[in-house]
Structure formats: C-alpha cells, structure tokens
C-alpha cells in the first residue's frame, strides 16, 4: 500500500494540492467526490489518486458524468444513454418526416442542437444575425420545435437526455465535499456554475506562457484572456523552449514519432518519465497504430479511440446485419473464432472481437426499441462504435488526446500534427450552422484548445510540435502554429523525411563455425533451456547466448502474466518448506508471500484478479490432497528447493548444470519435482529415440537431465529415483503430476551419452544456419536477422 505520507515533488501544484486536501482523510476518502472538469482527463486523475494515496478512494467523476447525475436529482428524472437517446430521436425524425431517413444524418443534426444547447443559443440570437436567411431560419426553427417535441416526449416518460437539459446546470451550486479538477468548456451554463465554486475546492493547473506573450491582455485571441477573467494563475517560459517542425509528407509522422520513441527507449532507466505522444487529429489513432505502435505491445499505453470499422471483426458484423444473418450465428462465430485464435491475436484485434460481441448483445437489447429502421441503426452503431485499449499507465510510452494527461509530469512530449482545421478544433463542421454565423461559440472552443494546450506543456521539460505541409494532399500548418512559434521565441524547422524504398531482403544467414567458436561450445555448461535452443537451432543460441544479440528496446517482450506467477510460486514453496504442515499453512503464507512481491503489484494491473485465481488453483490441490491423504506438492518431506547441481557428462567431454525445483521423500523413494504453472504436452515415445529430432527438444528431457544431475551427485540411488512435472493449474482436479516414464530413467545414462553425440556432429559442422521448421520460430527474436524466406510478404513480424 502506498504511504500515504509520501510525496513526488515532481507532479503538478494543481495535483499536489489536490492530494494534500485528500491525505488530510487518509485512509478513509470515500466521502468525497472528485470531478475532472476536462472530462477526457478523469482516467489519469483516477490513476493518480489511485497511485499516491491509495485506501478507500473517493468518488471520480468526468464533468459531463457529474452534470447528468445533477440533473438528475435537480429533475427527478432519469437519464436516457447516449444510444437509446439517439434511437428515440431518429424515430421521431422519420414519423415527422413519413419516411424512413439516414441514421447518419440525424446524427449530424443531434450533434447540432447539442452544441445549441450547450452554448445556449435561442432562435431570438439567430433572428437578429445579418446572414442568415429566411428559409434558414425556417428550417432551423423546425429544428428546435423537434427538439422540444423530443424533450417533452422523454419528460412524459421519466427521462431525459442531459445535453438538451443543460441549461437546468447553470442555477445549481456545488455540494459539501465535492471537488474540482481543472477548467471545463466554458460555455454561459458552465461559467455560471463554476463562478460558484469555492477556491479552496478547485484545483486548476496554471498554463504555460511563452515569453513574447503580451504582459497586458492582448486583443487577439488567447486563453490568457478567459485565464485573467476567471482569475486562474499562469506561468511564464523561462526553460527550454518547444521544438517546432513542419514535416512534407504525412508517412514523415510516423519516421518523427520513430526516432523519438528510440531515443526515450535508449536513455530511460528503469522507472523514468514518459514520453508523451499527443494526437492533435485522432483520425490518424488507425494509420499510426498499425503503421508504428502496434509492435511496441506493452511498451505503449494507447488512449485514443481506434474507429471500429477498421476491423475485420466488424465488417463480419456488419455483413450479418446487411445479409440478415441472426445476430446469435454472427455472435456465436465470433466467439468461437475468438477462443480458437486468442494466443495468435494482438490486443486491437481481441478488443475488436470483443467489441462485436458486446455490440451483438446490444443491439438485441435495443431491438424492440428501434422497430422497422434495425437494419439501417443496428449497421450505423457498427460504423460509429470505437474501440479503446487498455495499457499501463506506467508503459514509458504515452500515446493520448489532448486532455487525456491531467497533471502527469512527464519529460518529454511530442504533439503533433498542428494543422489547419485540426487545431484549434472547428466546433461544428455540418450542413446546418456555419462557425462566421457564431462567432462566440468558435472563440469560446479556441480559448478551450489553446488552454488545454498550454496547461500540457506546463507539466514537462521539452516538447516537439510538428505539423504538416503537403500541398498535394490539402494539408496546411494551422496559423497558431507559427503563432506559438513566435511566442516561445523558436524557429521552425522545415524537414523531409522521405521513408527508404522497402525490399525483401534475400540470401540466407550463415554462421561460420570457426576453431574458437566451436572451443567456445565445447567449454560451455549446458542446461535443457540451452540443450533446447541448440538442437533446434543453433543460429539462434549462437547469436543470443554466445553473441549476446537482443532486439531494440522498442521490440522487447513484456513479461507474460504467467512467466511473473511461475516465478513467484517457485519462490514461495522454495519459502514453504520450512512451515508446517504446509497444507494447513500454505494459505497465510500465500497471502503474505504475495503482498510483499513489488514485481507483482507493479507488473500484474489485475494482480488482485490474479491472485484469487492462483489461490483458488492451489486450494484444489490442498484440498485433494488432504481427501486422499496423498500429500505431494503439499509434502513436508522435500528436503531441498531451488538446488544447484552440476556434473560432467559425454566421458566427461561436456559440462551439465541444472536447478532443480525440488527434491522430496516420498515413501522409500526420492522424487525430483519441477513446478509448471500451466501444463504443457508432452509427445510420446521413449526419450532416448528422440534426441536426434532436429525440430523439437521434449519438456520431458528436463527431467531426465535433473534424474542424472541427482544421480551423479549422489543425491539420489538409481533405484529409488522417480521425476514429475507438478501443473499448478490442473485440466482435472487431482490430475496434476506427469512422471518421467521409469524405462526413461533406467535409460538416463544412455540417453545423455546420445546427447553428448549430437553435440559432437553439430560441432564437427562447417557451418550453422537456421531452422524455420523448429518448434520456437515463430516466438524467435532474430527472424529478421536470419532472413526467414517470405517473412514480410506473408505479413509476419521481424520481432
């Protein structure tokens, strides 16, 4: 558990603050609620609060989640979701208008007379504008008479849809113990609300300020003005200044992003700021995800939305719903699909699937709500629907949308691409309103970005912000571009990162097998994970373990779930004999052995989900045991864990090593136990006719190797000697040993001389090259340096 009395000087004031009011409730702070009034940002704060303080944390709320359940109580009515609310409304529009009409449109329309609302905009205000017309205003007035239809229909049931009930908000005032992080939208309902609350509950991050700004408020546009007038601090530049780059072409993005993400990689050190990437056009989540984020796997948290329809899980969906397949085949498929392939799927494409079948669902549920217009709402949710990953908020790389980062230091941050119309965002791109007409609403959304903007730089030391010049394809730099540029006194750096001609590489890796490489071998200590490397390919042990070969930082596998438990439960029953009975103490042990593990809680994000489930498995085996009375990986009788054996072998030409997990008494025999979280097959045959396969190495040969290591250690008699793999996770209650057949063990001395031949042939070979057929290929690190034939045409990875 955190110290609650532990502070990071390096995080934000506004956050300091904030978790020095809550400290004062430690551990108890259920009682306060906390909003995050940039909406987007309230998943960091939870992170944040979550991660310092920790105890019985408080109520965490987005600004829009706060203002429905206002409402809410202010009205007694209920909340319609966003999805039924849109259902109700498309209905309405099509009984108005006789016919049936396109979801897309009514979702443009909603989005309208939701910005209408929010800005309080009322016919009266459009009337007295110059430009626009009489047939525009009767149209427009058409539209707000269906938006009272609509909010009186939802009232007569109970309901009502929060964005069109906002005015309700502006009269309210905040309640004892509720909290405000940063500054929302500030439109007229907003700013009356927060012209309300207390200054000794809001905690707002002061914005950064470059030193060519104007001390006194400029007339131009600026958020220095919306800071001045609701009276938020603000800092001044006075370190390093951002660094600002227009790029020609847009496959430039992804070669800028690259470069950075090495460098951070290459010079961070163990827990050291993040590097944020910041995606001012998240239509580019999709391009840049596949084309650069997606290999780097748990090196990358991603928090932009990925658009849906990218997915062939959801082009099966949406072909159902076109053809008119039931949902429960297409649902049924998809799941079926999913379970076959998960260990093959990356994290997109599984949250894909599951988002298709979270859809399938859905839309059975709102079936009887939609009526007649399923076929054309059940295919607009698919193309709407976005997916979100889930990654570490500890991952050295931070991929978000401004607003995403409250108040999270960070050391360097790339934002990019700063364009024309990207930002600062257009308010409202349709067919109804255009922005010349509301000039308010344009400056209001302006003052909102450049804020945000300012308050993100305002946490790190360095930023790079780059934007896009490509004359061809429409692309501008946005004018605030150079603007800040001129602020923070920098001089843009125009550059052309043409991408290099991609060509399959040919030729095959060969590895010379030279007198001093094949002493080298001959002087090793082998062990099975090495014998296993070797005998299958000795490309691969030559350059990992002789060469010392790894991947880039960026390419380096995270630790599996499963690796960080067996690791664990090793260490514990090494820890375990020691108290007894351990079937009776192995629980409290557990529990304590588990909590105090740090690379559990800071590797495992689900570490409490985890250890339910790791205790349970154990519990079967305790419990079974004790019904049978065949105490084994209970024992209290192992007389050594963890234990280093070594022995010559071949006539003594090679070196053998091994740990054995444990040895134990069991009757008058002596048993070699190895402890496997999750079981593995295993083929069949004796082991001795398997030794000269060239593709696999069986898991049995461990034990074989821990049989001879014991044997010729003298810690064991060959005729009271039996060896078994112990699965912690059992198929079948009470099936969790695999024994090593006693024909193998009367054959172990045979087997390793057959061993030791292999290695004399491979030595005696003029020269190693790969073996695509071998059972670790496909998991190999070095498939690029092998050159393996058709690995880039057929879509595989190089990592």
Same mark, same amino acid.
């Given at each position: ?24 409730? +430690? ?9 995050? /009034? ?19 944390? !408080? ?8 203002r ?66 009489? @047939? ?9 008479a269906? /938006? ?14 929060? !964005?069109?009930e ?50 006194e ?41 690259a ?6 990689l ?35 948290n ?11 899980a ?5 072909s ?5 397949q039931?949902?429960?085949?297409a ?23 599951e ?53 999270? !230091? ?31 609403? +344009? ?5 909102a ?10 946490f ?5 912000i ?111 004999? @020691? ?22 809680q ?23 045991e ?15 864990? @963890? ?33 496997k ?16 396969d ?11 190797? +821990?049989? +001879?290591?014991?044997?010729?250690s ?11 793999h ?9 099936d ?8 193998d ?14 290695l ?5 070979? @003029? ?33």
């Amino acid at each position: 558990m955190p110290d609650p009395n532990s502070r990071q000087e390096d995080l934000h004031p506004a956050v300091d603050a904030l978790i020095d009011r809550l400290r004062a409730s +430690y551990p108890d702070m259920s009682a306060f609620t906390i909003v995050s /009034m940039t909406d987007r940002g309230r998943d960091f704060l939870h992170h944040l609060v979550h991660t310092r303080i920790g105890g019985l944390l !408080p109520t965490i709320l987005s600004f829009s989640d706060y203002r429905t359940r206002r409402i809410a109580d202010a009205s007694g009515r209920t909340a319609v979701p966003e999805d039924e609310a849109f259902i109700h409304f498309h209905g309405l529009r099509c009984r108005e208008a006789g016919r049936s009409l396109p979801p897309a449109d009514t979702q443009r329309l909603l989005s309208f007379l939701t910005m209408i609302a929010d800005f309080s905009v009322t016919m009266d205000e459009l009337r007295v504008l110059d430009r626009i017309g009489p @047939e525009q205003l009767d149209r427009i007035d058409r539209f707000f008479a269906t /938006m009272e239809d609509f909010r009186a229909r939802l009232a007569s049931s109970g309901l009502f849809y929060p !964005p069109f009930e906002a005015a309700r908000f502006a009269d309210l005032t905040p309640e004892k113990n509720e909290l405000f992080f940063g500054l929302p939208l500030m439109t007229p309902v907003n700013e009356r609300f927060f012209n309300r609350i207390p200054q000794d509950r809001l905690f707002v991050d002061a914005p950064l300020f470059g030193p060519q700004m104007p001390v006194e408020t400029p007339e131009f546009e600026t958020s220095l003005s919306l800071v001045r007038r609701i009276g938020v601090d603000e800092t001044r530049h006075h370190g390093e200044p951002p660094e600002f780059t227009e790029l020609a072409e847009r496959s430039a993005l992804p070669a800028l992003l690259a470069g950075e993400i090495d460098d951070v990689l290459r010079e961070r050190q163990g827990d050291g700021e993040p590097l944020f990437i910041v995606l001012l056009d998240e239509t580019l989540s999709f391009y840049l995800w596949e084309f650069l984020f997606r290999p780097l796997g748990g090196q990358v948290n991603f928090a932009p939305w990925i658009p849906f329809t990218h997915f062939a899980a959801a082009h099966r969906l949406r072909s159902a719903i076109h053809t008119g397949q039931g949902l429960a085949t297409a649902r049924r498929d998809l799941v079926a699909e999913l379970t076959a392939r998960w260990s093959e799927l990356d994290e997109a494409d599984r949250s894909a699937f599951e988002g298709a079948i979270t859809l399938c669902d859905e839309l059975e549920r709102l079936r009887p709500l939609i009526g007649g217009e399923w076929s054309a709402l059940a295919e607009h949710f698919v193309a709407t629907k976005k997916l979100r990953l889930h990654g570490r908020r500890t991952a050295p790389i931070q991929v978000v949308g401004l607003g995403d980062a409250t108040g999270v !230091p960070y050391g360097r941050a790339v934002i990019l691409p700063m364009n024309s119309g990207v930002f600062p965002r257009e308010p409202f791109s349709g067919p109804y309103l255009n922005l010349i007409h509301l000039p308010r609403i +344009y400056r209001t959304q302006y003052e909102a970005d450049d804020l945000a903007l300012r308050q993100f730089l305002s946490f790190g030391r360095s930023a790079h912000i780059a934007a896009l010049y490509n004359q061809a394809g429409g692309q501008a730099p946005s004018p605030y571009f150079s603007f800040l540029a001129i602020e923070f006194d920098s001089r843009t750096v125009k550059r052309r990162m043409v991408p290099v001609p991609f060509s399959v590489p040919t030729g095959s890796l060969a590895i010379e097998n030279t007198d001093e490489l094949r002493e080298q071998l001959r002087r090793y200590t082998w062990s099975f994970s090495s014998l296993k490397k070797f005998f299958t390919c000795s490309c691969r042990f030559i350059l990992e373990d002789m060469q010392g070969l790894t991947p880039p930082p960026c390419f380096e596998a995270e630790d599996s779930a499963n690796l960080l438990i067996g690791d664990f439960l090793h260490r514990f029953f090494a820890e375990l004999k @020691e108290h007894r009975p351990a079937v009776d103490l192995w629980r409290e042990r557990f529990d304590e052995c588990w909590e105090r593990e740090e690379e559990l809680q800071v590797k495992l994000p689900d570490q409490a989900v985890r250890k339910a489930i790791v205790s349970s498995h154990l519990g079967d085996i305790a419990a079974w045991e004790k019904e049978t009375g065949r105490l084994l990986l209970f024992s209290d009788d192992v007389t050594a864990a @963890e234990l280093e054996l070594r022995a010559p072998f071949g006539s003594g030409r090679y070196r053998l090593k091994g740990r054995l997990d444990r040895l134990q008494h069991q009757g008058d025999r002596e048993l070699i136990a190895d402890l496997k979280y999750k079981e593995k097959t295993s083929r069949k045959g004796l082991l001795a006719d398997q030794v000269e396969d060239p593709d696999s190495f069986d898991d049995r040969f461990q034990l074989l190797i +821990y049989a +001879y290591l014991a044997l010729h250690s003298g810690r064991a008699a060959p005729d009271r000697l039996d060896a078994a793999h112990l699965f912690l996770r059992p198929r079948v209650r009470g099936d969790y040993e695999s024994r090593l057949a006693l024909e193998d063990l009367a054959h172990c001395d045979e087997t390793m001389e057959r061993i030791a031949r292999r290695l004399d042939a491979l030595l005696a070979q @003029e020269c190693f090259i790969p073996n695509f057929r071998a059972d670790g290929c496909p998991y190999c690190p070095c498939k690029a340096l092998c050159l393996r034939p058709d690995l880039y045409r057929t879509g595989g990875r190089p990592w």
